[in-house]
Nanobody, 115 residues
Framework: VQLQASGGGLVQAGGSLRLSCVVSGSNWDRISIGWYRQYPGKERELVARVSGSSAFYEESVKGRFTITKDGAQNAVSLQMNNLRHEDTAVYYC???????????WGQGTLVTVSS
């Protein structure tokens, strides 16, 4: 299973970025897929995930970030609007097979928001 993430970069506060992640090598019926982020020296925190028709968002990104899953391609995107300096972090996409709870991670992509 491989996850390929893309879309990070540098943006000014108030701007937008879109992260994308494509999962290959899996054909699971039930998955949870989404994004974590990690600040320097901190543990990863869940930003958003989608499972079936249910989506979860971390409180600080509600109303600003939108997660979308492309069921046909096992891909997920994260549209990030009205970015804030505190959104600066390395973002990781993940996929979890809900049948056996195994998780797989993509490489991190750096999002930098200048204030």
């Amino acid at each position: 299973v491989q996850l390929q993430a893309s879309g990070g970069g540098l943006v000014q506060a108030g701007g937008s970025l879109r992260l994308s992640c494509v999962v290959s090598g899996s054909n699971w019926d039930r998955i949870s897929i989404g994004w974590y982020r990690q600040y320097p020296g901190k543990e990863r925190e869940l930003v958003a995930r989608v499972s079936g028709s249910s989506a979860f968002y971390e409180e600080s990104v509600k109303g600003r970030f939108t997660i979308t899953k492309d069921g046909a391609q096992n891909a997920v995107s994260l549209q990030m609007n009205n970015l804030r300096h505190e959104d600066t972090a390395v973002y990781y996409c993940f996929v979890r097979n809900l049948m056996n709870q195994r998780e797989y991670w993509g490489q991190g992509t750096l999002v930098t928001v200048s204030s």
